[in-house]
């Protein structure tokens, strides 16, 4: 038997979520921004950040990375099976994940879009879980920290289950 352990609530979520989106608002104040949301986990994250951001110029756009296989374990090994299709060249972007773990996707992802000159880069989190880093990626933006544990819920998925409950929890089995 598993055993769930509520992490945040959907009250603390958007209330977490609403402080960063100030602080990303504030950062880029008069700016132009890029989203960049990573699928499949940060799609309920980003609906909700995106939706209060006060900057006047927003765009959004989506890539796929997978780095993990059907269960809890990590394969080490980052594939992009969906690119963006902005031009992200000389602009401010933005990616937004669901939970950065060893990091791996993250700098896989940063590099990608390096790559086409972007004016910055910058991460924005929903889970910061640092136990387990193996890169130097800085998170610039993290709505919670956690040290370790298998998260569900509020688009993290246990082999695709569990991404539509509202809360976060930790899955203990
Ligand atoms: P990283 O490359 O190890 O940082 O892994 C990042 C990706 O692994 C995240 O975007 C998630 O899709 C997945 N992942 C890592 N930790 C968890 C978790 O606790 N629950 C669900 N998915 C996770
Ligand atoms: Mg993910």
């Known amino acids: 038997m598993s055993e769930w352990v509520t992490v945040l609530t959907e009250e603390q ?28 986990g940060a799609f309920i994250f980003c609906a909700d950040l995106v939706r209060q951001l ?17 269960g809890t374990t990590s394969s080490e090994e ?12 000389g602009k ?15 700098s896989f992802l940063v590099e990608h879009m390096r790559l086409r000159k972007p004016r910055s880069v910058r991460i924005c ?3 910061d879980k640092k136990e387990r880093r193996q890169t130097d990626v800085t998170v610039d933006y993290a709505c919670h920290t956690v040290s370790e544990g298998f998260l569900i819920g509020y688009g993290l998925d246990y082999a695709e289950d569990y991404r539509n409950l509202p809360s976060l929890y930790h899955l203990k089995q």
Request: aromatic share 4%; hydrophobic share 50%; no cysteine.
């Open 13 to 40: 979520i958007a209330a977490k979520t609403a402080q960063v989106a100030k602080r990303i608002s504030e950062d880029y104040r008069d700016e132009e921004l890029i989203v960049i949301a990573i699928l499949k």
């Open 78 to 89: 980052v594939k992009l099976i969906k690119d963006i299709d902005i031009d992200i060249k």
């Open 54 to 70: 006060t900057l006047e110029k927003v765009k959004v756009d989506f890539l796929r990375a997978a780095s993990y296989g059907s």
């Open 92 to 106: 401010h972007v933005l990616i937004v994940e669901d939970i950065v773990d060893t990091g791996l996707t993250l």
């Open 125 to 127: 989190t929903m889970i």
